[in-house]
């Protein structure tokens, strides 16, 4: 027995061993045929990368190729936006002529004599009656608005430094002027107070408005304590003044003005970052020299993107034919490295609303002190909305007596007077706050709880601190506080709280007409575009639509961004949006090519953001694409991708996994957009192309680049 099973156990080992033999054999054998696999497929992918590489660089040399004659075309379609820019100085010239033969009696602000003239004889002008002056008072804004307007349309080849200057003083003497007047109109009125006497409580009450301006005047007649709280019950603004003030011989004036003179003039008159079109006598002829220059000069560009580059060359070698400015003295948008050197350079104009101080307050050495008091408001986050709200303390003027048929007043060489309070004497005691409630103005929309701050004229800044106890009501539209004195005041909102937008789409619409539609977090705006107009179609705010007042006119792109923002829609970004809002910044070259050429091909196709625009890096833009011809045609979305001297049509969709800037089966390279789109579309889309009108180009090209829609989306 012991034998056999000493046998068992030799059997056992030997078939242990041939067993793991067999089972080293088996892994050798499937490590070799991994290994095997593994070459295969490593050769498999050297060769499709070869062939992929073959492919691309054919690709590329058919593209370098065709370059010259892509870029010529191209360069001949880009002619519109010259023409648009003659259209603009011809159309103003004629104005101006069409104004000289009128010989109306108003004066051409751009002609210092005449404003001159106009200024002298209605300060000398001694009617104070309120409505004349607020007849006037519309002539005047309508003067500053064409001011600021050519201050802000006109391209710099087209003015002068020193009309700059001109203009921007005749603002500043036409807003002084305006506000001595109401001054004097509000004087005038609280001489004969017993023509606008409440009956309920023997005290002044007149609310006098226009669409420009809103006049609340109480006078104290009868000074009695229960009368200290007020509301106007045209307008339903309201105060509750402290007991010392309700027995004195006090007047409270509450002016809403629904324009702002008061903000420095560089809020004012924000220019958008601008493409500035040379005029054709300053464009060389393209030549391979050129296009070859134009090459270096856009790689330098590329490998150096922290240097500023004025001159940037156009698609086809052309320099300055593009000037990206991001602020208002066409320092080009930089990467971070070196935005303080930029802001350096960048003076930035502060002029003082009342006058006092010279008109080109200049900041110190042209830097941008960080605010460091929190209780000054950044004007690059925070701007006023819906106008702004004078509320005043004041002095009653000796009243108007009347002895038989003569009706005789004591004349003050000070004119209107404030009504000091706190009293100055007791600068230590605590004095109870002036309590106050206004009713905000439909045409105006604030997305948040507005912030509200008091005008300082010494450091001529806003300011939060004096203000408090505020409560918002945004259902009755009206907020109520306290001050700890009489101040001027405004309702500040987020500059950019519509940003990033959520989405945006541009559609053609007809021949010479579009859609461009945004869609923010708050409200969904759409805008038509028609020949070198647009109209504010609708703004939609929770599924309803608002602002009908401003909806529904055709205006000129820069009077939409106008109007726009003074309705608390801010779709437009600022010289320094991007420190307030997290974006993919794009090279100026990628960004402002694309809205040009989109713009060219606008009346035949339909644009849209997509998603992987903000994962194409900064060099590069994506979007989407499709031919649009008719309104009700379905869109077959494609995506594309430009960075300014290359487009190509991408094989991932907005579905797709993961971006990949693969090129779809069967396409091509291009060196412009135009050229990309060509290649899959009809000949009726490029014929509405080549016919569309140089206006309509311009106003679809001025509207994109006011709202940057590839970086702030």
């Known amino acids: 027995a012991n034998i056999k099973s000493g046998g068992k156990k030799k059997v056992n080992k030997a078939e242990q061993l041939r067993l793991q033999k067999e089972e080293e054999e088996r892994r050798l054998k ?56 003659r259209w603009k100085t011809d159309y103003r010239a004629q104005e101006k002529w069409e104004h000289y033969l009128r010989c109306d009696g108003s004066p051409d602000p751009t002609v210092l004599q005449e404003i001159n003239t106009f200024i002298s004889l209605w300060r000398e002008d001694q009617n104070e009656d309120i409505q004349l002056v607020m007849q006037k008072g519309e002539q005047v804004l309508n003067l500053i608005e064409k001011l600021q307007f050519l201050l802000l349309d006109t391209s710099p080849s087209e003015i002068t430094e020193k009309e700059t200057v001109q203009y921007q003083e005749s603002i500043l003497e036409l807003q002084n002027l305006l506000h001595q007047k109401y001054n004097k109109a509000t004087e005038h009125l609280l001489k004969t107070p017993n023509m606008y006497e409440d009956s309920g409580t023997g005290n002044m009450e007149a609310v006098i408005k226009d669409k420009n301006v809103s006049f609340c005047i109480w006078a104290n007649l009868k000074k009695k304590i229960r009368f200290k709280n007020h509301v106007f019950c045209d307008v339903q603004h309201g105060f509750d003044l402290p007991k010392s003030l309700a027995v004195s011989s006090v007047a409270v004036r509450i002016l809403h003005t629904h324009y702002d003179h008061v903000s420095p003039l560089w809020l004012q008159c924000q220019r958008v970052p601008k493409l500035e079109v040379l005029d054709s006598k300053e464009l060389t002829p393209h030549s391979k020299d050129n296009v070859e220059e134009s090459e270096e000069e856009e790689k330098k560009a590329r490998e150096e993107p922290n240097m500023p580059t004025e001159e940037e060359t156009c698609s086809d070698g052309r320099k300055s034919a593009i000037l990206f400015k991001e602020n208002n003295n066409g320092t080009a948008d930089t990467n971070e490295t ?11 104009l502060d002029i003082s609303s009342q006058g006092q101080g010279t008109p080109m307050q200049e900041e110190t050495n042209g830097k941008e002190d960080a605010i460091t008091d929190e209780n000054i408001v950044d004007l690059q986050q925070f701007v006023p909305v819906g106008g702004v709200y004078h509320i005043d303390a004041l002095q009653l003027p000796p009243q108007v007596k009347q002895i038989k048929d003569w009706s005789m007043v004591e004349i003050l060489d000070a004119g209107l007077e404030t009504y000091p309070y706190p009293p100055e004497e007791a600068e230590d005691a605590k004095h109870p706050p002036i309590r106050i409630t206004l ?61 990033p937008y959520q989405a945006w789409e541009l559609q053609p619409t007809g021949m010479d007409e579009a859609l461009l539609q945004v869609t923010t977090v708050f409200a969904a705006v759409h805008i038509q575009i028609k020949g070198n107009q647009c109209m504010l179609s609708s703004v939609v705010v929770e599924e309803k639509a608002v602002l009908s007042q401003v909806t529904g006119k055709w205006i000129s792109p820069l009077e939409l961004r106008t109007v726009l923002k003074k309705a608390g829609v801010n779709i437009f970004p600022g010289e320094h949006s991007h420190k307030y809002v997290s974006v993919n910044r794009k090279a100026p070259l990628a960004e402002v090519r694309a809205y040009q050429q989109m713009a060219l091909v606008a009346s035949a196709f339909a644009f849209a953001g997509s998603k992987w625009n903000l994962e194409a890096g900064k060099e590069q833009v994506v979007f989407k694409v499709s031919e649009h011809l008719n309104t009700d045609a379905a869109k077959d979305w494609s995506l594309y991708m430009f960075n300014g001297q290359k487009a190509q049509k991408l094989k991932i969709t907005e579905a797709s996994e993961a971006f990949s800037e693969e090129i779809e089966e069967g396409s091509e390279f291009h060196s412009t957009l135009y050229h990309m789109l060509k290649d899959f579309a009809s000949k009726e889309a490029t014929d509405r192309v080549e016919t569309a009108s140089f206006l309509f180009t311009d106003a679809v090209y001025q509207l994109l680049l006011a709202m940057r829609v590839l970086t702030y989306s």
């Open 30 to 85: 499937e490590e070799e045929e991994v290994r095997w696999q593994a070459e295969q497929e490593e050769a498999a992918r050297l060769e499709k990368e070869r062939v992929e590489q073959e492919q691309m660089e054919k690709l590329k040399a058919k593209d370098q190729e065709r370059r010259e004659s892509e870029l010529a075309e191209l360069h001949s379609l880009e002619q519109k936006f010259l023409s648009a820019q």
């Open 439 to 499: 009713r905000l103005s439909d045409n105006v929309m604030y997305f948040e709880d507005p912030v509200i701050a008091r005008w300082d004229p010494a450091g001529q800044q806003w300011r939060t601190d004096g203000i408090s106890s505020i409560t918002y009501e945004s259902q009755e539209k009206s907020v109520t506080f306290e001050m700890s004195a009489f101040y001027t005041i405004a309702l500040l909102q987020d500059a950019h709280l519509h940003m």
């Open 338 to 348: 070196t935005e303080d050197e930029v802001e350096k350079k960048s003076e930035i």
